[in-house]
C-alpha cells in the first residue's frame, strides 16, 4: 500500500480545483495554486525503478572487485593519510589464479577536499580519487583479451567519528571557528534541484538531492579536468565510477554528469556505475533518465574472463540497510502548522503523517525519491554488518582488504 495519504486524487485538498495527471507520475500540480499532491501511482512506479535484478544481472567480477575495494581504501587515505595501495588487490586476483591482473597508479588524489561552498562550510581531506589501471606484462602475455585499461572515479563517503577512529577529522569542517560535520549536512538536506547539465525541462527536469548535487559540484571541475586529460592520453580506456554511501550517491551524480559531458565519446559510449549501499539520490525524472542514458545499456568490460557485456550500472544494496533500502523517501516543503487533513492536530501527528498527510492551505512542495536503477540485492545482514564496505568487500571479493 502507498505510505501517501490519498489514492488518485481528482481534486486539490487546498483549492478544490479539478487535477489533471498522467498514470507515469508521482506528482500531482494544481494549475490553480501550484499545491503538490501524490497521485497514488508512486508504489508502481518505484517497483519498477527498484526492482531486485540480482537474479538476472551479472557484473563484471574484476571491475567490480577493484571498485569496492578502492572505496575502501579512500577511508583510510581521508582519515589516517594511509597510502593508496593499489598492489594488494592485484596480488588478492593473483593470490586467486587470475589472469586478469594489473597494475594501478592513483593520478589525482582529490587533495583540494571538498564542501558545501555557499554555506561555508569546507573539508579539507580527500573527497575523491582517481586511479588508472593498465594490464600488467604477465596478462598480456594471456593474449589481446587480456590487455585492459581502466579509469576509475572513486568518492568518499561519510565520516561522522572522531578522535582516534578519525584523528584527521575527515568529514568536518573548521570554518568560522566552529567544527561542523559536512558530509552529514548533506546527507539530511532533503531539497531538490536540477543539475546544471540537463537543465530546462520543465516539469520533467531530472532533480538530485541539494546536498549531494552541492557536495558534487564542488568536485566536479577537477574531476572533468583529470578525467579529460587521461582519456585525451588514452582515448580507449574504459571509465568506471564508483564510491560506497554517501560517495556512491555521488558516483551516480557523476557519471549522469559525465554521461552529458561526454558520453558518446567514451569508449562504451558512457562510463560504468558501480554504487555500493548508496541513499536514493534523486527524483523520478533523474531516476528514469540515469535508467534511460545508462543503466538499460551494456558495453564489454575488458579485463574480464567472460566476453558477455555487462550493463553499465549494477547498484549493490542490502535488504535490511536503513540508507540505501529502508530510508526514509518522501518529504513535504512548506507546511505550516495551519494543517488540514486526517483529522489530529499537527503537534500529534507521526513522522509519515506529517511528511506524507498533512496539507497546508498554502503551496505544498512534495519531494519524493528513487533508488538508481539495476538493483543487486547482496542479502540481509547482521546489525553490526549492516552498511559496512567491509561488507561489501567480503560479497564481492571474498575478503575485506581495507577495514580503516
Same mark, same amino acid.
Given at each position: 500500500m502507498s505510505l501517501f495519504s490519498t489514492k488518485h486524487p481528482k481534486e486539490c485538498r487546498n483549492c478544490k480545483a479539478k487535477l489533471s495527471y498522467s498514470p507515469f507520475t508521482d506528482i500531482a500540480v494544481c494549475s490553480s495554486c501550484g499545491n503538490e499532491m501524490a497521485t497514488g501511482h508512486e508504489e508502481q512506479l518505484r517497483a519498477s525503478i527498484e526492482a531486485d535484478k540480482s537474479g538476472k544481472l551479472s557484473y563484471p567480477p574484476h571491475a567490480a572487485g577493484r571498485a569496492i575495494a578502492y572505496c575502501s581504501a579512500i577511508y583510510g587515505m581521508a582519515t589516517h593519510d594511509e597510502q593508496f595501495d593499489g598492489a594488494k588487490v592485484e596480488q588478492h586476483f593473483k593470490s586467486n589464479q587470475s589472469t586478469y591482473t594489473g597494475e594501478?597508479?592513483?593520478?589525482?588524489?582529490?587533495?583540494?577536499?571538498?564542501?558545501?561552498?555557499?554555506?561555508?562550510?569546507?573539508?579539507?581531506?580527500?573527497?575523491?580519487?582517481?586511479?588508472?589501471?593498465?594490464?600488467?606484462?604477465?596478462?598480456?602475455?594471456?593474449?589481446?583479451?587480456?590487455?585492459?585499461?581502466?579509469?576509475?572515479?572513486?568518492?568518499?563517503?561519510?565520516?561522522?567519528?572522531?578522535?582516534?577512529?578519525?584523528?584527521?577529522?575527515?568529514?568536518?569542517?573548521?570554518?568560522?571557528?566552529?567544527?561542523?560535520?559536512?558530509?552529514?549536512?548533506?546527507?539530511?538536506?532533503?531539497?531538490?534541484?536540477?543539475?546544471?547539465?540537463?537543465?530546462?525541462?520543465?516539469?520533467?527536469?531530472?532533480k538530485i538531492r541539494r546536498g549531494f548535487l552541492e557536495l558534487y559540484q564542488s568536485m566536479s571541475n577537477d574531476v572533468v579536468m583529470e578525467l579529460d586529460t587521461q582519456l585525451s592520453l588514452h582515448p580507449q580506456a /574504459?571509465?568506471?565510477?564508483?564510491?560506497?554511501?554517501?560517495?556512491?550517491?555521488?558516483?551516480?551524480?557523476?557519471?549522469?554528469?559525465?554521461?552529458?559531458?561526454?558520453?558518446?565519446?567514451?569508449?562504451?559510449?558512457?562510463?560504468?556505475?558501480?554504487?555500493?549501499? /548508496?541513499?536514493?539520490?534523486?527524483?523520478?525524472?533523474?531516476?528514469?533518465?540515469?535508467?534511460?542514458?545508462?543503466?538499460?545499456?551494456?558495453?564489454?568490460?575488458?579485463?574480464?574472463?567472460?566476453?558477455?557485456?555487462?550493463?553499465?550500472?549494477?547498484?549493490?544494496v542490502m535488504s535490511n540497510d536503513p540508507v540505501s533500502t529502508k530510508a526514509q523517501y518522501g518529504y513535504l516543503h512548506d507546511r505550516s502548522d495551519?494543517?488540514?487533513?486526517?483529522? /489530529?492536530?499537527?503537534?500529534n501527528r507521526s513522522l509519515a503523517s506529517k511528511a506524507f498527510y498533512g496539507l497546508t492551505k498554502t503551496q505544498n512542495k512534495l519531494i519524493i525519491f528513487y533508488q538508481t536503477p539495476n538493483l543487486y540485492n547482496t542479502g540481509t545482514y547482521w546489525l553490526s554488518n549492516i552498511h559496512q564496505y567491509t561488507s561489501m568487500q567480503k560479497f564481492v571479493l571474498g575478503t575485506a582488504l581495507f577495514k580503516t
Open positions: 594501478a597508479e592513483l593520478v589525482h588524489s582529490g587533495w583540494e577536499g571538498r564542501g558545501l561552498r555557499l554555506r561555508n562550510l569546507n573539508d579539507d581531506r580527500t573527497g575523491f580519487m582517481i586511479v588508472s589501471v593498465k594490464a600488467d606484462r604477465a596478462a598480456r602475455a594471456h593474449g589481446p583479451r587480456h590487455d585492459f585499461h581502466h579509469i576509475y572515479i572513486i568518492f568518499r563517503g561519510s565520516r561522522s567519528d572522531e578522535g582516534k577512529a578519525n584523528p584527521m577529522d575527515a568529514g568536518f569542517s573548521k570554518s568560522n571557528g566552529e567544527k561542523s560535520n559536512v558530509d552529514y549536512a548533506a546527507n539530511l538536506t532533503g531539497r531538490q534541484d536540477e543539475p546544471w547539465w540537463c537543465k530546462g525541462r520543465g516539469a520533467l527536469a531530472p /574504459t571509465v568506471i565510477v564508483t564510491g560506497h554511501s554517501l560517495g556512491a550517491a555521488l558516483a551516480v551524480v557523476c557519471a549522469h554528469h559525465l554521461q552529458y559531458h561526454r558520453g558518446a565519446k567514451m569508449a562504451a559510449k558512457g562510463p560504468f556505475c558501480f554504487p555500493f549501499c /548508496t541513499p536514493r539520490v534523486g527524483n523520478l525524472h533523474f531516476a528514469m533518465d540515469f535508467r534511460t542514458q545508462i543503466a538499460e545499456h551494456s558495453a564489454p568490460m575488458p579485463g574480464e574472463a567472460s566476453p558477455e557485456e555487462f550493463k553499465r550500472c549494477v547498484n549493490f495551519n494543517l488540514r487533513g486526517p483529522g /489530529t492536530p499537527a503537534a
